[in-house]
């Protein structure tokens, strides 16, 4: 599995082309994957970058948790994946990011890359500080997290 971990700068050329981070590359390299899928996080203004395995594996719990017998399940479904493009990483590691997801996140051609284990996100240069939790609240929610037993973390 691939891990993405860090965040790292970088620049949108004029036709929307960013340079996945060498790190990153390295990582999907290794995980046997240059192509994405990108798509709107439902929770920030960013965008989600998958590897292709992770989507499929993210796809599959959907589906299982979905009724086929339910209109609303089904729009749900529908909304997710229509909402999804697939990103294919040129021979010098960029990847095209359409300008009406760029817009939708408020960058014009400065960003972030933030790695998130087994996906990363693309925020607007500056908007991830934004959104970051204060450091108090942080360290709160993480020794909350990891001082629960195992079992009730799942729940």
Same mark, same amino acid.
């Given at each position: 599995m *691939? @891990?993405? #971990?860090? %965040?790292?700068?970088?620049?949108?050329?004029?036709?929307?082309?960013?340079? #996945?981070?060498?790190?990153?590359?390295?990582?999907?390299?290794?995980?046997? *994957?240059?192509?994405? @899928?990108?798509r $709107?996080?439902?929770y920030?203004?960013? +965008?989600?970058?998958?590897?292709?395995?992770?989507?499929?594996?993210?796809?599959?719990t959907? $589906?299982?948790?979905?009724?086929?017998? %339910?209109?609303?399940?089904?729009?749900?479904?529908m909304?997710? @994946?229509?909402?999804?493009?697939? +990103?294919?990483?040129?021979?010098?590691?960029? @990847?095209?990011?359409? $300008?009406?997801?760029?817009?939708? #996140?408020?960058?014009?051609?400065?960003?972030?890359?933030?790695?998130?284990?087994?996906?990363?996100?693309?925020?607007?240069?500056?908007?991830?500080?934004?959104?970051?939790?204060?450091?108090?609240?942080?360290?709160?929610?993480?020794?909350?997290?990891?001082?629960?037993? $195992?079992n009730?973390?799942?729940?």
């Amino acid at each position: 599995m *691939s @891990v993405f #971990i860090g %965040n790292s700068d970088a620049k949108a050329d004029a036709k929307g082309r960013i340079f #996945i981070p060498a790190h990153y590359r390295k990582a999907l390299q290794e995980g046997e *994957s240059s192509r994405l @899928v990108m798509r $709107k996080d439902p929770y920030s203004n960013s +965008l989600m970058l998958y590897p292709e395995t992770i989507w499929n594996q993210k796809l599959t719990t959907l $589906k299982n948790g979905l009724d086929e017998w %339910n209109p609303t399940h089904q729009i749900v479904l529908m909304q997710y @994946v229509s909402e999804a493009e697939w +990103l294919d990483m040129d021979s010098q590691g960029r @990847v095209l990011i359409p $300008k009406k997801y760029l817009q939708l #996140i408020g960058a014009e051609s400065e960003v972030q890359f933030v790695g998130m284990l087994d996906t990363f996100s693309l925020w607007a240069k500056g908007n991830f500080e934004k959104a970051k939790l204060p450091a108090d609240e942080f360290t709160s929610l993480l020794q909350q997290i990891m001082s629960k037993p $195992k079992n009730t973390q799942e729940q």
